[in-house]
């Protein structure tokens, strides 16, 4: 059984700087891409940026050019550097891992979430 482990959540100011961390436990398949899930009180769940195994990557519109991810296959971990944060980026952020998470479906394993409060 996969479990998934965020880190890296807190409050910060407007164009301040965070980096999330998640880590598996259990053997992720190597079809499965890692990817980032925010959701915002009162708004759908998005996709945020996600990674295959080979490092092609997906990035939602509004977070291009500030945020990037990363992965390490050999350590199951998957990570998000999130950079120039704005208010808008405030959200409960879920690592997820899966088949079609670069297409923006998501995957069975989720991590418990990691808060990220960004002030103005």
């Known amino acids: 059984q996969v479990q998934l482990v965020e880190s890296g959540g807190g409050l910060v100011q407007a164009g301040g700087s965070l980096r999330l961390s998640c880590a598996a436990s259990g053997t992720i398949p190597s079809t499965y891409a890692m990817g980032w899930f925010r959701q915002a009180p009162g708004k759908q769940r998005e996709l945020v940026a996600a990674i295959t195994t080979g490092g092609t990557t997906n990035y939602a519109d509004s977070v291009k050019g500030r945020f990037t991810i990363s992965r390490d296959n050999a350590k199951n971990t998957v990570a998000l550097q999130m950079s120039s944060l704005k208010p808008e980026d405030t959200a409960v952020y879920y690592c997820?891992?899966?088949?079609?998470?670069?297409?923006?479906?998501?995957?069975?394993?989720w991590g418990q979430g990691t808060q990220v409060t960004v002030s103005s």
């Open positions: 997820n891992a899966g088949r079609f998470v670069l297409e923006r479906v998501p995957g069975p394993y």
